[in-house]
């Protein structure tokens, strides 16, 4: 019997009322005849919230027990969709991560699944039971609870659909796939029917959340096609696969982004180190010569480090005079275009009132670092002059 991985999240689940319409769905794919594992997110913003509650106890929460709480969310949903399923007269058991044998390493907030050993899920499929996986989470090999990094239950579908060897994994959101912008800030963004791991990778790794970045490149190390659907509006899908055509082009914006800039060869050494250590993501890092020395400048998505305060505090401490860090930017990036891009998207930036603060051109995109609040703007301009 093929095995199917689905994936619900937050807003698939939000409410009793919506559980019970996804506890439909997933009756009536054991009913076509195969073997289910349903991944489920957090209900709603509940992880959002956790992470509030925890901010009123500690600004700069520790990571450790921000895992131990934020699991709490998927473990909610996991028992109450089983329940509903139970309720509908077919036979479903919930399990945690560590329960599903997802091991990880222990860089807590954003841990790394290193292996999955998933008997226990496969001894219930056996068994003819639908099983419900809680997403977002796992066990370290010291047995410490970990999570996956922000909108990881798709990674953990993933992960147990290359396990399983499953037939295919389906992402259910409240989108029905990937659009050429995110369709909230560009109404007029296309569908895009199908895309190749790499267009999709890059998209997430510059803030696309439709899909989680590591989910993407676990799907594409294991061949894993992933559908990317609507719960509750089926119809299209976004099939992101190997042999998808290579054309989409598209502009991802991204809020929440830090400029760090450097000055000296200690300055960039010790900034890089310090964050390393902190498993703080950099991103589009460049040092340049700068005198006799070298100067640098990154980027850092702060929304994917919850003590970023305690980073920044660690670095001004450290390397006060050599450092520059501005908070309040965005990034507008625009993926499947070459460099020669570069001018189109800096005028279109400029023209959006834009106050620009960096620009990077790699070989398949283009991110302009901006004033947060111009970016939905910028975002906007760019689909329209480069996508549509
Ligand atoms: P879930 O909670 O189900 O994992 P997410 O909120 O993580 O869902 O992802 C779905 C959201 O991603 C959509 O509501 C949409 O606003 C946003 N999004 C951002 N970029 C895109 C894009 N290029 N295409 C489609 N949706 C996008
Ligand atoms: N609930 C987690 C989050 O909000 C994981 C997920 O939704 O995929 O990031
Ligand atoms: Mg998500």
Known sequence: MATVVQKYGGSSVADVDKLGRVADKVVAARREGHSVVVVVSAM???TDQLLALAKQVDPNPPRRELDMLLTTGERVSMALLAMAIQKRGLEAISFTGSQSGIITNDRHFDARIIEVRPHRIEDEL????????????????????????????????IALAAALDAERAEIYSDVDGVYSADPRVVPEAKHLPELTYEAMQEMADVGAKVLNA?????????????HARSTFEPGRET?????????????VGQKGVVLVTTRGERALDRATEILAEASVPTRDVEARPDGDGMSSTM?????????????????????????????GLAAASIVGVD?????TAVAMARAAGARIRSVVASGTRVSVVL???????VVRALHAELVA
């Open 214 to 226: 590591t989910a993407v490149e676990l799907a594409k190390k294991a061949k894993i096609a992933i």
């Open 299 to 327: 980027t850092v998505a702060t929304s994917l480090t919850p003590d970023w305060e305690v980073v920044r505090g660690r670095l001004l401490d450290e390397l006060s005079g050599a450092i520059h860090i501005e908070p």
């Open 239 to 251: 099939l992101v696969r190997e042999d998808a055509a290579r054309d989409a082009r598209s502009v």
């Open 339 to 343: 460099p020669t891009a570069t001018a």
């Open 371 to 377: 004033d947060e609040p111009s970016v939905d703007a």
């Open 126 to 157: 056996a068994r003819g039971r639908i099983v419900i996986v809680a997403g977002y989470q796992g066990m370290s090999y010291r047995r410490e609870i970990t999570t996956l990094g922000r909108g990881g239950s798709d990674t953990t579908a």
């Open 44 to 46: 709603g913003k509940t």
